[in-house]
């Protein structure tokens, strides 16, 4: 189950490493999201194709579509709760006092 969500969201793994400086992290950090923001857009992008084909009369299977739809549904979920928790997590460290 949470290989199937790697694969069509985030592809998060874990790594121990050693320390990185701030700037590194920071740099990582954005190559990942944008890679993970790439990857629920390949994802719509190719439900939408399947779908495009389905209704042209291509041979496409309708199961396939569906599979599809949900695949890029669940991905933009859980994107869109992912960047919830950080704007959560941002306004929760804005209300601590110094």
């Known amino acids: 189950m ?3 969500v790697n694969r069509v969201g985030l592809g998060m793994t874990a790594a121990v490493s050693s320390p990185v400086k ?3 992290a920071q740099k990582q950090f954005a190559a990942f999201f944008k890679e993970a923001l790439n990857r629920v857009n390949e994802a719509q ?3 939408d ?4 084909k389905l209704v042209r009369g291509g041979n496409v299977q309708l199961h396939d579509v569906m599979i599809a739809g949900q695949k ?3 991905a933009l979920q859980l994107t869109l709760e ?3 928790k950080a704007i959560e997590a941002y306004q929760e460290m804005m ?3 110094l």
């Open 2 to 4: 949470i290989d199937g």
């Open 22 to 24: 701030p700037a590194v």
């Open 45 to 47: 992008l190719q439900a």
């Open 49 to 52: 194709e399947l779908k495009e």
């Open 72 to 74: 890029a549904s669940i």
């Open 82 to 84: 992912v960047r919830n």
């Open 95 to 97: 209300r601590m006092p």
